[in-house]
């Protein structure tokens, strides 16, 4: 009984392995952001920067990205507290210090060009990485194994 056990296991691990390893290319979107997406999943900064660790060039790009993100992150969020803090005394009723939103302020407008620099970056990355999907992909054999209706099964992609 334990030999099955263990060997569905494997099965099933072998089959996440491969689904985790494909080469889907990334999607960009646009609304009021950037939005990257790969089967329907939105990425985050880390997740792209793993994607992107098997073509060298794109994950040089992504490095760069992802260091403006964390730059943009920084301002950001310190100036968000900032103009928030004496916004929330001000509604609950006590002294604002105006001068501190002020100051959030300008941090929050030092993170705009670390995050556009982040988008420029992080899009150049993407587009290389797909690129080189599809200069990979040519004459590429997948297999894939896994459980079907009828017991496990061996799939051959050209």
């Known amino acids: 009984m334990k030999p099955i056990i263990l060997l569905i296991l494997f ?25 990257f997406q790969q089967n329907g999943r939105n990425l985050t900064p880390r997740q792209l920067l793993s994607l992107t ?9 992504m490095k760069v990205a992802r260091s403006n993100y964390s730059a943009a992150s920084v301002f950001g969020f310190a100036g968000g507290f900032m103009v928030g803090w004496p916004i929330g005394a001000a509604i609950g009723g ?10 959030g302020a300008g941090l929050i407008a030092i993170a705009i060009p670390f995050n556009s620099a982040y988008s420029k970056h ?5 587009a290389i990485y797909n690129e080189g999907l599809k200069q990979g992909n040519k004459d590429q054999i997948d297999f894939e194994l896994g459980l079907t209706c009828s017991g496990i099964g061996l799939r051959i992609t050209f």
Do not use: C, F, T
Not at 11 to 34: D, F, T
Not at 54 to 59: L, P, Q, R, S, V
Not at 95 to 103: R, T
């Open 53 to 61: 660790e098997k073509n060298d060039e794109a994950y040089r790009e």
């Open 11 to 35: 099965v099933l691990g072998v089959s996440h392995l491969y689904a985790q390893s494909s080469s889907v290319p990334i999607e960009v979107k646009r609304n009021l952001g950037v939005v």
């Open 122 to 126: 992080a899009q150049k990355a993407v």
């Open 94 to 103: 006590g002294d604002p210090n105006w001068a501190m939103a002020g100051i």
